[in-house]
């Protein structure tokens, strides 16, 4: 038995502590983000945390594909409904147990398995953490039922029709949580830019989009063999391709990856001048550190070439410890920032 099944195996209906959620659920559920968060100021850490875990509960249900597209729809806005506070009895504990045992993943199962105690932990929550932590997650749920609405037949690829719908998708699950991050800052932390807070609104939710294009780029090989193009029909048509075609021909593909990946490269710049706006230096060295693995990201794919649609492209677990240390040590400076970039994007 592994060590999340000995935890929480069996105990869906048991409540589980913040301390366990957020040291040990959160830690086996995010590689990386689980170091920004470890980094912040104590009062952000808590509503940080438990915005995580809500989205990348709804996100595993969403991923759940042993059941029917329909029923992840209407587990997921079942969940949704009990993060807005709408009061479901059993519904969650009865949800976690349905959907525990389909999870290969020993970490996402433990999740799956705490989603109650997250709720609860939600209706514990600051009363003004708890609605901006319920508006994110408004939009990000909205984004992944919408997700599900789009790509119903895994058997045949479709695509998003437009670069609109591709924004709209950014902006619903990662552009809102720039977003989210921001009027966290702002609320928690004196001083916590030299920008007024509208034009930080804009820089996170832009560098959270970029975050969410690398995603789509990492993953474009896998979601294509699952039936999914976020690449535009617009964007195919111009280029007298079908989203059929890309895995076949991926160097006819390039100059449409290419587009986005430069695309993807702008939020990265736009995340890098947002972090060098942050006056606390923990928060900076946080908020710099997804940028920061984002750009190794992107030189990875870029130097994959075509094989990208055919590879899984990851950043080593011991870069990401460096590029960790390396920001520890230089206190988030802006020109160690400044250097690590120059190197990672190689």
């Known amino acids: 038995m592994s060590a999340p099944d000995a935890l929480f195996g069996q105990q869906t209906e048991k409540a589980v502590s913040t301390s366990t959620l957020r040291a040990r659920i959160l830690r086996q559920v995010s590689r990386s983000f689980y170091l920004s968060i470890f980094v912040l100021p104590k009062k952000l850490r808590d509503p940080v945390s438990l915005g995580y875990l809500l989205a990348r509960g709804s996100d595993t249900i969403a991923d759940t594909t042993q059941i029917p597209i329909e029923l992840r729809i209407e587990k997921l806005q079942l969940l949704a409904r009990g993060i807005q506070g709408e009061a479901l009895g059993d519904a969650i504990v009865d949800l976690s147990a349905s959907l525990s045992p389909l999870q290969k993943n020993a970490s996402e199962r433990a999740l799956i398995e705490t989603l109650q105690s997250c709720l609860d932990w939600l209706d514990r929550s600051d009363v003004h953490d708890r609605e901006e932590i319920r508006a994110v997650l408004e939009q990000i749920n909205r984004g992944q039922i919408l997700d599900l609405e789009r790509f119903h037949d895994p058997k045949q690829i479709t695509a998003l029709e437009t670069a609109a719908d591709l924004s709209e998708y950014t902006y619903l699950v990662a552009g809102s949580a720039g977003e989210f991050w921001t009027r966290l800052c702002f609320r928690h932390l004196r001083k916590f830019s030299m920008r007024a807070e509208a034009a930080m609104l804009q820089l996170g939710k832009r560098y959270g989009m970029g975050l969410q294009l690398i995603n789509i780029l990492r993953d474009a090989g896998a979601d294509l063999r699952s039936g999914r193009c976020?690449?535009?029909?617009?964007?195919?048509?111009?280029?007298?391709?079908?989203?059929?075609?890309?895995?076949?021909?991926?160097?006819?593909?390039?100059?449409?990856?290419?587009?986005?990946?430069?695309?993807?490269?702008?939020?990265?710049?736009?995340?890098?001048?947002?972090?060098?706006?942050?006056?606390?230096?923990?928060?900076?060295?946080?908020?710099?550190?997804?940028?920061?693995?984002?750009?190794?990201?992107?030189?990875?794919?870029?130097?994959?070439?075509?094989?990208?649609?055919?590879?899984?492209?990851?950043?080593?677990?011991?870069?990401?410890?460096?590029?960790?240390?390396?920001?520890?040590l230089s206190l988030g400076s802006r020109s160690r920032v400044e250097t690590l970039v120059r190197e990672l994007s190689r």
């Open 230 to 328: 976020y690449f535009p029909n617009e964007d195919l048509a111009a280029n007298a391709m079908e989203p059929a075609q890309i895995l076949r021909e991926p160097d006819r593909f390039q100059p449409i990856y290419r587009k986005w990946r430069e695309k993807a490269e702008q939020g990265i710049r736009t995340g890098i001048e947002y972090a060098f706006e942050v006056r606390n230096r923990r928060v900076r060295i946080a908020t710099v550190l997804p940028a920061l693995i984002g750009a190794r990201t992107l030189a990875f794919l870029r130097n994959a070439g075509a094989t990208a649609l055919h590879r899984h492209i990851k950043v080593p677990r011991k870069e990401v410890r460096a590029i960790v240390s390396s920001l520890m």
